[in-house]
């Protein structure tokens, strides 16, 4: 009898501790909030970022909210109610609110804020995320050339605001880097909602011997896909590869850059407890900027392009092919 008592007593015990390791692993689930500055269904920059919110929901159970179309007059105002409602974590996607999350950040000093597509931070609770779009305009501007029977290409942006600078920067530079003589035509339409017109700069541009136009321009992109596909030449996404499915003529591939994936590690590190509010670019080598072809196309793609492709995304890796460097004459800095 006392050796029953004595196997029972040691193995209550052990279900003890896995109990108590077990209450000691599981994390309090976080909440987070977001606001966008268009639709979440935009087919590209916004709608990364509620793929990230709904992830967090899933993966680590966080209670998230968001607030669509935000208006610069609001940026301020909805920050300082998330973190009045008891965010952990409250997120200004794009770099348009900077000057708001400074602001706010410093009047709630034990909430965790992130800006997406700048580097700013205070090194305390404000951090930022920002993408190598750099690298993304790179990538599609050597598939571009590869790509082009007329020596002639086009890229379609929407807001005149830095990422989308520097995205058609570097579809430049990409493009040059495979074919030194290759026309490039750019222009900013100055909306990422007004897809009429996102569609005429590209027709303006078809009509110029354009027949591989990238669009980068948030909703409105979806006007040069309509475009591209009404003429018949090959059309690239940029951010996200959603739209894949709408156009399977010509919409033939994108450099996406997996926001929604950097945003749920910075969620989990602050829900782990781990997060240091920090400037953070991602790259190929995070594995968060890529390039993707439309399955329905990829039969269009010459094997030799895709080699291409695949060495120069090797070569991004290891930054033996550094965009920003080629485009601004400075080197990387992660």
Known sequence: ??????????????????????????????????????????????????????????????????????????????????????????????????????????????????????????????????????????????????????????????????????????FEIGAKYVNANIKVLSAFTGSGDDSNKAKETALSFIAQGADVIEANANQAGKGVYAATQEKGVYSLASISDVEYKNYTDTLIAAATADMATALFNAAKQVQDGTYVAQYKLNSVADEIIDFTYNPALKSKVPADVTKKMDDIKAKMKTFEIDAQKLVTGNATTK
């Open 1 to 170: 009898m006392k050796k029953l008592f004595i196997a029972l007593t040691i193995i209550l015990v052990g279900l003890f501790a896995v109990a108590c390791n077990e209450a000691k692993e599981e994390k309090t689930p976080i909440k987070v909030a977001a606001a966008l500055t268009g639709s979440k269904t935009d087919g590209g920059w916004n709608q990364s970022a509620y793929e990230g919110l709904l992830k967090m929901e899933k993966d680590l159970k966080a209670e998230v909210s968001y607030n669509e179309n935000t208006q610069a007059a609001d940026y301020e105002r909805i920050l300082r109610d998330y973190a009045k409602a008891g965010n952990d974590l409250v997120i200004g996607h794009g770099a348009q609110f900077s000057d708001a999350a400074k602001k706010v950040a410093e009047e709630f000093p034990d909430i965790f804020f992130i800006v997406t597509s700048t580097n700013v931070t205070n090194n305390k609770n404000l951090g930022s995320l920002n993408n190598n779009y750099w690298e993304a305009g790179f990538l599609k501007g050597a598939f571009a050339a590869l790509m082009s029977k007329t020596g002639t290409v086009g890229a379609v942006g929407g807001a005149n605001i830095s990422p989308i600078q520097n995205d058609i920067k570097g």
